[in-house]
């Protein structure tokens, strides 16, 4: 089956640090690979994504490269800022059925401080 | 634009008591639903997903229900809530037919507490 697994946190930075979040995935198929962020109190909010192998996904600073040779999507932001923190979700779609299913990580907390 | 709806915010109910959470969708027709459950160190588990009227798919067995009277609304029920049901429930919406690259849209979810 399919499956993902993240880094597991909290992981806490100062602002204007670099930010690496693990993320690896299990599939049958060829997967589509997306990065959700979900703010306090929130629902999940797509932040990028990547359709296939050496694809780079990005957004609002961050971004992430489909490594289809190390079943690998880590999210990468040169420089966070406090509004930054929330939980970080990796996701993959891939066929299950008559239907495309997303499978989630269990999500990253990010704290950055001023 | 398409939004999505979801209520309530936030819901306590005792032990044994009935559970409805509703869910709609504007400005898209024919979406594909989704019921996620989101537990504290465990992520997000899909629940139901619908891909038409009348169409619900369970993806675990327990103790809630899907059903989609209609094409844009999607409501999750239980007729004795357990407290193994609290949890943050997340509904979600994605275009029909456009396969795997097409992302979900999320609600803001409903805190639900079983006490």
């Known amino acids: 089956g399919n499956s993902v697994t993240q880094m597991e946190g909290p992981v806490t930075l100062s602002e204007e640090a670099f930010l690496t979040i693990n993320c690896t995935y299990t599939?049958?198929?060829?997967?589509?690979l997306f990065w959700y962020v979900q703010y306090p109190g929130e629902g999940l909010q797509l932040l990028l994504k990547?359709?296939?192998?050496?694809d780079k996904g990005s957004n609002k600073g961050f971004e992430a490269t489909y490594r289809k040779e190390t079943t690998s999507f880590h999210l990468e932001k040169g420089s966070v800022q406090v509004s930054d923190s929330a939980v970080y979700f990796c996701a993959l779609s891939d066929r299950g059925g008559s239907n495309y299913k997303l499978t989630f990580g269990k999500g990253t907390l990010l704290t950055v401080n001023p | 634009s398409q939004t999505i709806h979801q209520w309530p915010a936030t819901l306590v109910q005792p032990v044994g008591s009935p559970l409805s959470l509703e869910c709609t969708v504007e400005?898209?027709?024919?979406?594909?639903l989704y019921w996620y459950r989101q537990a504290a160190g465990r992520g997000l588990q899909l629940l139901f997903y619908s891909v038409g009227i009348g169409q619900i798919s369970s993806e675990v067995p327990q103790n809630l229900s899907a059903s989609r009277p209609q094409d844009r609304q999607f409501i999750l029920s239980s007729k004795k809530l357990l407290l193994s049901d609290s949890g943050f429930y997340l509904c979600?919406?994605?275009?029909f037919g456009t396969g795997r690259d097409s992302p979900l849209h999320f609600g803001n979810g409903t805190r639900l507490t079983v006490t």
């Open positions: 990547a359709t296939k192998a050496d």
């Open positions: 979600a919406w994605s275009a």
């Open positions: 599939a049958t198929g060829y997967p589509s």
């Open positions: 400005g898209t027709s024919n979406p594909n």
